[in-house]
């Protein structure tokens, strides 16, 4: 997710001027601008897509009173506005208690097929990164964005972020081949 126009003086700071001073209009236009790739990185970090959609509105909700602190420097608009969707989202995670429950498993007959086994094996994959490379690697993967504005977002250096998805890529490749899941290449 990249700012289609990241100058102060383009079509989205001019929105970003108008919804700092109130403007709906302009809020309206940030909203549809940004709803998407908010709702699918809050997903990524409460993994309920209905408690990602309140989340998500609750964001934008909250978005008229919060952009008056928006200042145009280093992190673009789009970095900045992840980041308060990352913190509503862990507000939100820190908020309800979670009880541990033993995960219940339906037969299914169609559960044998091979995009099914590939897509547990990824998930299961994923589940083993620590909280920052599964995170780096949705941002830069599922989402978009570029190391340099996935350092925006977590408040880290672009050679972290370089880092933690190097360090991630490896996980997931060892983990999938652990699980007889990794991809097969052709030898010429």
Same mark, same amino acid.
């Given at each position: 997710?990249?700012?289609?126009?990241?100058?102060?003086?383009?079509?989205?700071?001019?929105?970003?001027?108008?919804?700092?001073?109130?403007?709906?209009?302009?809020?309206?236009?940030?909203?549809?601008?940004?709803?998407?790739?908010?709702?699918?990185?809050?997903?990524?970090?409460?993994?309920?897509?209905?408690?990602?959609?309140?989340?998500?509105?609750?964001?934008?909700?909250?978005?008229?009173?919060?952009?008056?602190?928006?200042?145009?420097?280093?992190?673009?608009?789009?970095?900045?506005?992840?980041?308060?969707?990352?913190?509503?989202?862990?507000?939100?995670?820190?908020? !309800?208690?979670?009880?541990?429950?033993?995960?219940?498993?339906?037969?299914?007959?169609?559960?044998?097929?091979?995009?099914?086994?590939?897509?547990?094996?990824?998930?299961?994959?994923?589940?083993?990164?620590?909280?920052?490379?599964?995170?780096?690697?949705?941002?830069?993967?599922?989402?978009?964005?570029?190391?340099?504005?996935?350092?925006?977002?977590?408040?880290?250096?672009?050679?972290?972020?370089?880092?933690?998805?190097? !360090?991630?890529?490896?996980?997931?490749?060892?983990?999938?081949?652990?699980?007889?899941?990794?991809?097969?290449?052709?030898?010429?």
């Amino acid at each position: 997710m990249t700012d289609p126009d990241p100058r102060p003086d383009g079509r989205l700071g001019i929105a970003i001027t108008r919804a700092q001073a109130g403007d709906m209009n302009a809020l309206h236009f940030l909203y549809v601008r940004y709803a998407d790739d908010v709702y699918g990185y809050i997903n990524s970090i409460v993994r309920d897509p209905h408690e990602a959609e309140d989340l998500t509105q609750d964001v934008f909700v909250k978005l008229l009173p919060a952009i008056k602190r928006y200042e145009q420097r280093a992190v673009p608009f789009a970095g900045w506005l992840l980041r308060v969707a990352r913190n509503a989202a862990l507000d939100h995670l820190r908020s !309800r208690r979670q009880i541990p429950c033993d995960e219940v498993r339906v037969s299914d007959p169609g559960y044998e097929q091979v995009a099914s086994d590939r897509l547990r094996s990824l998930r299961e994959a994923f589940e083993l990164l620590p909280e920052e490379q599964r995170e780096v690697m949705v941002l830069r993967h599922i989402v978009g964005l570029a190391p340099g504005e996935i350092a925006g977002v977590l408040d880290k250096t672009e050679s972290a972020v370089h880092g933690l998805h190097h !360090r991630a890529r490896l996980a997931v490749k060892d983990a999938l081949s652990e699980l007889g899941a990794a991809p097969v290449t052709a030898v010429a």
